[in-house]
């Protein structure tokens, strides 16, 4: 007869060790479902809609829900729209700017003038602005001289464009354009500004203008070489973004016959009270 063996202490350790790590296994999802049912159980669903969506087409998605990442855009700014007076003399000047199109491609209008003494001249700008780096922009257009008052129908001009405005280190908005006309009359304006805030509202603009002519033009009173050199330090208050008064000083340094309302050089001290809107 045979006796049977009794079961060794050392065998029923890995039996046991296997059931314990197959319990664990076992209950590991369970205890997650459970856990996330309860975390879940204060989620309330939204309500159905109750206008659904009809279908539509990626463009009427676009258009009602604005995702559109190149939109048609436009604006118009009233920069300088001003009273001078200097020399005891008083004058008017604008200069204005507006454009419409998209990130990279815009038609852009640029015009500005002065009226003193019976006298107006003026320029109007057209150009074709395409983006070619961040805050830098191509321009190629034309531009118009004209005026009115004594001598004006011999002083208009049509010149050829091109240039570059943009925006350089430490904020300084500079723009730079070359110009070519009839009779090989040839000229470049040079410009830069810069806004300072004080305040919120209280901003102070200083402004540099230098315009160089290849050729005199003595209809127009210009003499070649550097014809005038203008500095103006505006303070505007700012009502609202889009509205803003100010008050400065602008010196205009004229070179030659450059003035068409002094025929002489000189040095012009002018104070000035003006507007400034865009929208």
């Given at each position: 007869?045979t006796?049977?063996?009794?079961?060794?202490?050392?065998?029923?350790?890995?039996?046991?060790?296997?059931?314990?790590?197959?319990?664990?296994?076992?209950?590991?999802?369970?205890?997650?479902?459970?856990?996330?049912?309860?975390?879940?159980s204060?989620?309330?669903?939204?309500?159905?809609?109750?206008?659904?969506?009809?279908?539509?087409?990626?463009?009427?998605?676009?258009?009602?829900?604005?995702?559109?990442?190149?939109?048609?855009?436009?604006?118009?700014?009233?920069?300088?729209?001003?009273?001078?007076?200097?020399?005891?003399?008083?004058?008017?000047s604008?200069?204005?700017?507006?454009?419409?199109?998209?990130?990279?491609?815009?038609?852009?209008?640029?015009?500005e003038?002065?009226?003193?003494?019976?006298?107006?001249?003026?320029?109007?700008?057209?150009?074709?602005?395409?983006?070619?780096?961040?805050?830098?922009?191509?321009?190629?257009?034309?531009?118009?001289?004209?005026?009115?008052?004594?001598?004006?129908?011999?002083?208009?001009?049509?010149?050829?464009?091109f240039?570059v405005?943009?925006?350089?280190?430490?904020?300084?908005?500079?723009?730079a354009?070359?110009?070519?006309?009839?009779?090989?009359?040839?000229?470049?304006?040079?410009?830069?500004?810069?806004?300072?805030?004080?305040?919120?509202?209280?901003?102070l603009?200083?402004?540099?203008?230098?315009?160089?002519?290849?050729?005199s033009?003595?209809?127009?009173?210009?003499?070649?070489?550097?014809?005038?050199?203008?500095?103006?330090?505006?303070?505007?208050?700012e009502?609202?973004?889009?509205?803003?008064?100010?008050?400065?000083?602008?010196?205009?340094?004229?070179?030659?016959?450059?003035?068409?309302?002094?025929?002489?050089?000189?040095?012009?001290?002018?104070?000035?009270?003006?507007?400034?809107?865009?929208?």
């Open positions: 007869m006796v049977p063996r009794r079961a060794d202490a050392n065998d029923c350790r890995p039996r046991a060790l296997s059931l314990m790590l197959a319990l664990f296994v076992l209950a590991t999802p369970t205890a997650s479902r459970a856990q996330t049912t309860q975390e879940d204060g989620h309330i669903a939204p309500p159905p809609a109750t206008q659904p969506m009809p279908p539509m087409s990626t463009q009427d998605m676009d258009r009602v829900m604005d995702m559109h990442d190149d939109p048609l855009l436009a604006m118009f700014k009233l920069d300088q729209f001003e009273r001078a007076h200097g020399d005891d003399a008083y004058s008017t604008w200069e204005a700017e507006a454009w419409i199109g998209r990130d990279f491609d815009r038609l852009w209008l640029r015009t003038g002065e009226h003193e003494n019976g006298i107006t001249d003026a320029r109007i700008e057209a150009f074709w602005d395409h983006a070619f780096a961040s805050f830098w922009d191509w321009q190629l257009g034309a531009r118009h001289d004209f005026g009115s008052g004594p001598g004006a129908p011999a002083s208009q001009r049509d010149w050829a464009a240039g405005q943009g925006l350089a280190p430490y904020w300084f908005e500079v723009e354009t070359a110009y070519v006309g009839e009779q090989g009359r040839t000229a470049m304006r040079l410009r830069a500004e810069y806004e300072l805030l004080l305040t919120q509202r209280l901003i603009q200083p402004e540099l203008e230098a315009n160089v002519y290849g050729k033009d003595p209809d127009r009173g210009i003499t070649d070489g550097l014809s005038d050199f203008e500095f103006g330090l505006r303070l505007r208050y009502i609202r973004r889009e509205i803003a008064p100010y008050v400065g000083v602008v010196w205009v340094r004229r070179f030659g016959d450059s003035g068409l309302q002094t025929s002489q050089s000189g040095t012009d001290a002018q104070l000035v009270a003006g507007l400034r809107v865009w929208f």
